[in-house]
């Protein structure tokens, strides 16, 4: 995946800019910054959520898989049911080994609604492993999770760059994932650098 001089904003406010970096099959970069400064902007315009301000993102749609929160999760909908439909949806994944992967064998019969927090955090990661896509995208993956559940986390990501895939991190803890850092305060848009509606902002030195 790569980002070509990228230039993003939320609610029409730009917010970073001269962003260019690739990130090659079988890696990981991590997105690190102060709450506020744009990581979820950036993940939505790499994934095609939004458009970008300037620059380009290759490749987009359908290599890309964006999650790792229980958004689109069906509530009535039992743990397995859900990885059912996201399966069948995307066309294809072992719904036995998601659940494994994941600790949720046991809780497969209970209704997403039910679910504790790190537990629907849970199911939300083990979506990703049924996509069949090989960009994941993560915004905060290990918020609710415990201990253990952030090791197979990690694990999960080590098997998918292991696979040739990609992963794309937006977090504030150290998730032990061997990745590049992209320190996002170095490409922040200074504030009075915009005028109207035109783009003018600049990176931070
Ligand atoms: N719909 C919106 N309209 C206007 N401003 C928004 C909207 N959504 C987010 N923002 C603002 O855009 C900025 C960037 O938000 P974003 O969620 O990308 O930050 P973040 O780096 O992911 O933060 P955090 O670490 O807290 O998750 C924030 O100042 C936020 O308040």
Sequence with gaps: M???DLAVARGGVPLLA????DVAPGSA?????????GKTTLLRTLAGLQPPLVGEVTPGGDRIAYGAHADGMKGTLTVAENLAFW???HGAGDIAAALEAFQLSALRDRAAQHLSAGQRRR???ARML??????WLLDEPTVSLDRDSVLRFADAVRAHLGGGGIA????HVDLGIEAQVLELEAFRVRPGTVQGDVFAGEAVE
């Design 2 to 4: 790569a980002a070509r």
């Design 130 to 135: 049924l996509t069949g896509r090989p960009i």
């Design 87 to 89: 399966a069948k949806m």
């Design 18 to 21: 001269g962003l260019s970096f």
């Design 29 to 37: 970069l991590v997105l690190t910054g102060r709450n506020g400064i």
């Design 123 to 125: 199911l939300g990661l």
């Design 168 to 171: 794309v991190l937006a977090s």
